[in-house]
């Protein structure tokens, strides 16, 4: 709403002309009294001037004390022009705070209300949170229950002893008056009985729902009537527009925001009256507001002359209605509504919370002694816990972070692999020196010449690319007699070179692998110290959310939870409240519609405050005035609701 007071409060500073300035009036420097006054006057302008401070709103006090520069300067003599302007425009200024103030109070009892809708939706949405809060409210009903029949006895036997009149025997009025008094008690109890609990077991929990209900549609009305006087206020109130009116009506042009201001604050103060009565619906308020505006007869919108206005309407009888909204309406309002949303509303903590107390304070002697009994197992289980925790840390935390550093920093002893780094090279030197004793040792049969050197350096070579053609054909000679080649030739000694072999391709495999895993090592260091940070994380945020109290009522549970609800429901909530406008009228919003809408944005705003990013915040500031612009229709608000659902659904949804 500051944003909107800064708004008006510009407007009504275009309307004032250079002429107007205290400076340029002639009896300014001559009359002593008169310039004290203006400079009065011109110090409690500047004081409510929104460009002081243009975030912040003044308080009562202040405009009380603002006011009271008119008020006490109050007397037979009539004022200057230039006081006459200055009075006015302090008038204008004090207005425009305290429309500001009414706003942010409206808003202020608006929202919870929601939040205990929500409340009493859950409560009554499952029969375990029924029957739960039926017994946190069953104290409250016991003695609402034992008040009654209090009253109810008090009532009867005092009809009965007028009834019955002076008896002589003293002792048998007295026996007759205790047998009476019991059993107009019993019939009393009974009575109330089978009218709040019933002749079925489930009559209370049935009753507690009707209760429940029947809270929800209250909190329901004054959540319609707040938003509605919201609307009204924000159509109706201080509309002000500086561009309108031509030089041929300059006068009346003038004095236009002064009309204004004299309809603006009894509509203020019929707003503020009325809102609290729940009784009545939207359209029944409305009525009620407009019609007390067209009974005071104070007001006459016909007459916008200066000559006219000023016998009529004095910057005093003003000050003394600003005066009246600020030291009566609005702490009445704030008071009433308290009281309606704690009739109302979400039970206190001490109701929703006695059981859980009671029962920790009833068993509080006995959880001691239990203590005092197992304390050494105690003792032992608190050791074993810190112990496991630490181990925790030391063994999924600690030493996987080491090895992901070691890892970036090519440590050697890092290094992941499942085989020795000269296995390869042995086994393939001894594959080598067999295939080659081998061939040495069975030269070819048609030439029985030994090897030179050319020749053991071709098998060589030809054994580093696997071909071992010398040793298998030995094999395939060899086997065509098994039993003479195992006894006298050389079957078993090429089977066992053709197992080195095999042991060779096997750990070139294994290389292959290696290798692999060695160009990953650093996803691997990751994935083994994900599953600890994981953990950390959960008990951090779980931590965090467990001691962390709600500031104030409107939290509603902790304020995590009321960010997943703003993220998930308010754009929904705006687009269904958009689509289901039933104004007619170039489908522009109703005062209850509108006053419901600026509701769900601020709640919109507040959660972007929170969530969406500095540097993107201004642009969703923009879009947020589209979407509570009326000027546009209800077609621009709803591609205005679009486009920041998809637009910032990352960040609200």
């Given at each position: 709403?500051?944003?909107?007071?800064?708004?008006?409060?510009?407007?009504?500073?275009?309307?004032?002309?250079?002429?107007?300035?205290?400076?340029?009036d002639?009896?300014?420097?001559?009359?002593?009294?008169?310039?004290?006054?203006?400079?009065?006057?011109?110090?409690?302008?500047?004081?409510?001037?929104?460009?002081?401070s243009?975030?912040?709103?003044?308080?009562t006090?202040?405009?009380w004390?603002a006011?009271?520069?008119?008020?006490?300067?109050?007397?037979?003599?009539v004022?200057?022009?230039?006081?006459?302007?200055l009075?006015?425009l302090?008038?204008?200024?004090?207005?425009?705070?305290l429309?500001?103030?009414?706003?942010?109070?409206?808003l202020?009892?608006?929202?919870?209300?929601?939040h205990?809708i929500?409340?009493?939706?859950?409560?009554?949405?499952?029969k375990?949170?029924?029957?739960?809060?039926?017994?946190?409210?069953s104290?409250?009903?016991?003695?609402?229950?034992?008040?009654?029949?209090?009253h109810?006895v008090?009532?009867?036997?005092?009809?009965?002893y007028?009834?019955?009149?002076?008896e002589?025997?003293v002792?048998d009025t007295?026996?007759?008056?205790?047998?009476?008094?019991y059993?107009?008690?019993?019939?009393?109890?009974?009575?109330?009985?089978?009218?709040?609990w019933?002749?079925?077991?489930?009559?209370?929990?049935?009753?507690?729902?009707?209760?429940?209900?029947?809270?929800?549609n209250?909190?329901k009305?004054?959540?319609e009537?707040s938003?509605c006087g919201?609307?009204?206020?924000?159509?109706?109130?201080?509309?002000?527009?500086?561009?309108?009116?031509?030089?041929?009506?300059?006068?009346?042009?003038?004095?236009?925001?002064?009309?204004?201001?004299?309809?603006?604050?009894?509509?203020?103060?019929?707003?503020?009256?009325?809102?609290?009565?729940?009784?009545?619906?939207?359209?029944?308020?409305?009525d009620t507001?407009?019609a007390?505006?067209?009974?005071?007869?104070?007001i006459?919108t016909?007459q916008k002359?200066?000559?006219d206005?000023e016998?009529?309407?004095r910057?005093?009888?003003?000050?003394?209605?600003?005066e009246?909204?600020?030291r009566?309406?609005?702490p009445?309002?704030?008071?009433?509504?308290?009281?309606?949303?704690?009739?109302y509303?979400?039970?206190?903590?001490?109701?929703?919370?006695?059981?859980?107390?009671?029962?920790?304070?009833?068993?509080a002697?006995?959880t001691?002694?239990?203590?005092?009994?197992?304390?050494a197992?105690?003792?032992?289980?608190?050791s074993?816990?810190?112990?496991?925790?630490?181990?925790?840390?030391?063994?999924?935390?600690?030493?996987p972070s080491?090895?992901v550093i070691?890892?970036?920093r090519?440590d050697?002893?890092?290094?992941?692999?499942?085989m020795?780094?000269?296995?390869?090279?042995?086994?393939?030197?001894?594959?080598?020196?067999?295939?080659?004793?081998?061939?040495?040792?069975?030269?070819d049969?048609?030439?029985?010449?030994?090897?030179?050197?050319?020749?053991?350096s071709?098998?060589?070579a030809?054994v580093?690319?696997?071909?071992?053609?010398?040793?298998l054909?030995a094999y395939?000679?060899?086997?065509?007699?098994?039993?003479?080649?195992?006894?006298?030739?050389?079957?078993?000694?090429a089977l066992?070179?053709?197992?080195?072999?095999?042991?060779?391709?096997?750990?070139?495999a294994?290389?292959?692998?290696?290798s692999?895993?060695?160009?990953?090592e650093?996803?691997?260091?990751?994935?083994?110290?994900?599953?600890?940070?994981?953990?950390?994380?959960?008990?951090?945020?779980?931590l965090k959310?467990a001691?962390?109290?709600?500031?104030?009522?409107?939290?509603?549970?902790?304020?995590?939870r009321?960010?997943?609800?703003?993220?998930?429901?308010?754009?929904?909530?705006?687009d269904?409240?958009?689509?289901?406008?039933?104004?007619?009228?170039?489908?522009?919003?109703t005062?209850?519609e509108?006053g419901?809408?600026?509701?769900?944005?601020?709640e919109?705003?507040q959660?972007?405050?929170?969530?969406?990013?500095?540097?993107l915040?201004?642009?969703?500031?923009?879009?947020?005035?589209?979407?509570?612009?009326?000027?546009?229709?209800?077609?621009?608000?709803?591609?205005?609701?679009?486009?920041?659902?998809?637009?910032?659904?990352?960040?609200?949804?």
């Amino acid at each position: 709403s500051s944003s909107q007071v800064r708004t008006i409060d510009e407007q009504l500073d275009r309307f004032q002309s250079p002429a107007e300035d205290p400076s340029a009036d002639d009896g300014f420097a001559i009359e002593t009294e008169s310039q004290f006054r203006v400079l009065k006057l011109t110090q409690a302008i500047k004081s409510l001037s929104m460009a002081a401070s243009p975030h912040k709103l003044r308080s009562t006090n202040a405009l009380w004390a603002a006011l009271q520069t008119i008020l006490s300067g109050e007397s037979s003599t009539v004022p200057s022009p230039t006081e006459q302007e200055l009075e006015w425009l302090l008038i204008g200024k004090a207005t425009i705070q305290l429309y500001g103030l009414v706003i942010n109070a409206l808003l202020e009892r608006t929202l919870p209300l929601g939040h205990d809708i929500w409340y009493w939706d859950s409560v009554l949405g499952s029969k375990f949170n029924t029957g739960l809060s039926a017994i946190q409210s069953s104290p409250q009903y016991l003695w609402q229950i034992s008040k009654d029949v209090y009253h109810d006895v008090r009532q009867q036997s005092r009809n009965s002893y007028q009834s019955a009149g002076n008896e002589s025997d003293v002792l048998d009025t007295i026996s007759r008056r205790w047998s009476k008094f019991y059993q107009i008690l019993r019939k009393s109890v009974r009575r109330r009985s089978l009218t709040i609990w019933g002749s079925k077991p489930i009559a209370p929990l049935m009753r507690f729902r009707a209760d429940a209900r029947a809270k929800q549609n209250y909190i329901k009305r004054a959540r319609e009537m707040s938003a509605c006087g919201i609307g009204i206020l924000m159509d109706e109130c201080l509309t002000l527009d500086p561009n309108k009116g031509n030089e041929s009506s300059i006068n009346d042009h003038e004095n236009e925001w002064k009309v204004v201001i004299i309809k603006s604050i009894p509509l203020i103060d019929a707003v503020l009256r009325n809102v609290t009565a729940i009784d009545q619906d939207a359209g029944n308020f409305e009525d009620t507001v407009f019609a007390n505006l067209e009974d005071d007869s104070d007001i006459d919108t016909s007459q916008k002359g200066s000559a006219d206005i000023e016998p009529m309407r004095r910057p005093v009888v003003l000050a003394n209605q600003l005066e009246g909204i600020l030291r009566e309406s609005l702490p009445t309002y704030k008071a009433v509504s308290i009281s309606q949303a704690a009739q109302y509303g979400r039970p206190s903590m001490f109701v929703r919370y006695w059981l859980p107390v009671s029962i920790m304070i009833l068993s509080a002697s006995t959880t001691f002694r239990f203590a005092v009994r197992h304390k050494a197992q105690i003792q032992t289980w608190i050791s074993d816990l810190g112990t496991t925790m630490l181990d925790f840390w030391t063994n999924w935390v600690l030493e996987p972070s080491k090895k992901v550093i070691a890892t970036i920093r090519h440590d050697e002893d890092s290094e992941i692999a499942i085989m020795s780094r000269k296995s390869l090279e042995g086994d393939r030197a001894s594959l080598e020196r067999m295939v080659i004793d081998f061939a040495m040792d069975n030269p070819d049969p048609a030439t029985g010449q030994t090897l030179n050197e050319m020749e053991l350096s071709s098998i060589r070579a030809k054994v580093k690319e696997g071909d071992l053609t010398s040793v298998l054909k030995a094999y395939e000679k060899d086997i065509r007699r098994p039993l003479i080649g195992t006894l006298g030739g050389n079957l078993i000694r090429a089977l066992l070179i053709q197992v080195q072999k095999t042991k060779v391709d096997i750990e070139v495999a294994v290389g292959g692998i290696d290798s692999l895993l060695k160009s990953q090592e650093l996803v691997f260091g990751f994935v083994g110290l994900t599953p600890g940070i994981l953990v950390c994380v959960a008990i951090g945020r779980w931590l965090k959310s467990a001691f962390r109290a709600p500031t104030d009522r409107t939290d509603f549970g902790a304020q995590s939870r009321m960010l997943r609800v703003l993220r998930s429901a308010t754009p929904h909530k705006i687009d269904r409240l958009l689509s289901a406008s039933s104004s007619s009228n170039n489908r522009l919003l109703t005062y209850k519609e509108h006053g419901l809408l600026l509701c769900e944005v601020y709640e919109l705003r507040q959660c972007g405050q929170r969530m969406i990013p500095n540097e993107l915040y201004p642009d969703f500031l923009e879009e947020v005035n589209d979407l509570v612009d009326l000027r546009v229709g209800v077609e621009r608000q709803l591609r205005a609701a679009n486009r920041i659902r998809w637009a910032y659904k990352k960040w609200l949804l």
